[in-house]
């Protein structure tokens, strides 16, 4: 199976039912060595291409990963960018918003962190936590103190999603290239990962009794994240849904539509960049 990026991208516009969306497909590798040396072969290639968009100094990319508890957010940035120089590369990760945070305009914390030109930024969830759990949990929302919001007025996550539209089309006209996953878990495969972490020692750490009160949520995590994809996927800032049941398989399907990515926005400022691979990436790096 070859890896195609339009296969998992969220047309503009579309509705989202993330029923028809699969949580598993069939694997791209035969075996676990074949996994590693296709891995191995695209952070090779993301290394060089970092190095080129580093030289540009013309353009900065910006990853955006969202998902519930359990789907390998972590691990996917972990091994997708494993062979990135992690001085021109940054992972921020977005927690509840401190009390400083609560008395700014929704988008104010991750903006502070965007990417400069020539560098990579990874944000592991996002401002797009502001239209899914608050959307679940509407006593966050009103911890905001945002006047006359209120969690079933419709208008204020339109208005919130016209907010994060219009950022993402000002970032990508000012030289930002946006790539968003939804790493997509089925409720069964986190249950398995959840027991996982409890009787695995060294996997602990990871279990929180809150990931389990999550869990109740479910239903209304998927209507949050369907209405959320539909509305903020756009040709210049697209949303992947990757199924990710099998994780080595989502760690190969994120990384080659980061390598896609760059190609395409580096093709530009580099236009023998095809030639460029046909003769080795290895080339690139000595």
């Known amino acids: ?23 598993k497909v069939e694997p791209v590798y035969q075996s676990k060595e074949q ?7 695209h952070v090779a290639k993301l290394s060089s291409l970092q190095q080129l968009l580093y030289a540009s100094n013309r353009y900065a990319v910006l990853l ?6 359990a789907a390998g957010k972590d691990g996917a940035i972990s091994h997708v960018m494993s062979g990135v120089n992690p001085q ?13 945070e609560l008395q700014h305009d929704f988008l104010w914390r991750t903006t502070r ?23 679940v949990h509407p006593e966050l929302l009103r911890s905001e103190g945002v006047a006359g919001a209120s969690h079933d007025d419709k208008t204020v996550w339109h208005d919130r999603y016209r907010s994060i539209e219009n950022l993402e089309k000002h970032l990508h006209v000012n030289g930002t290239h946006i790539i968003k996953f939804f790493l997509h878990l089925s409720k069964e495969e986190q249950r398995k990962r959840f027991l996982q972490r409890i009787d695995d020692p060294e ?33 210049d800032a697209p949303w992947y849904v990757v199924p990710a049941d099998d994780k080595e398989n ?28 046909s003769l080795g990436w290895a080339a690139l790096s000595a």
């Not at 996994?35 to 072969?41: M, V």
């Not at 021109?88 to 400083?100: D, L, M, N």
Request: hydrophobic letters at 40%; one cysteine or more.
């Open 203 to 235: 996997k602990n750490w990871k279990f929180s009794l809150a990931d389990i009160e999550e869990r109740k949520f479910w239903k209304d995590y998927m209507k949050a994240y369907e209405e959320c994809l539909g509305a903020t996927s756009t040709r």
């Open 1 to 23: 199976m070859k890896i195609n990026s339009k296969d998992f991208r969220v047309k503009a516009g579309d509705e989202v039912d993330l029923k028809k969306w699969p949580t």
């Open 88 to 100: 021109g590369c940054q992972v921020f990760s977005f927690k509840h918003p401190s009390a400083t």
């Open 113 to 135: 962190d965007l990417p400069e030109r020539g560098r990579i930024g990874i944000f592991n969830r996002s401002y797009y936590e502001e239209v899914l759990i608050l959307r």
């Open 35 to 41: 996994y590693q040396k296709f891995l191995e072969e």
């Open 64 to 69: 955006i990963f969202q998902a519930m508890d």
């Open 250 to 277: 989502a760690r190969l399907i994120v990384s080659r539509i980061v390598l896609d990515t760059f190609e395409a926005c580096l093709s530009a400022f580099y236009p023998h960049l095809l030639d460029i691979e």
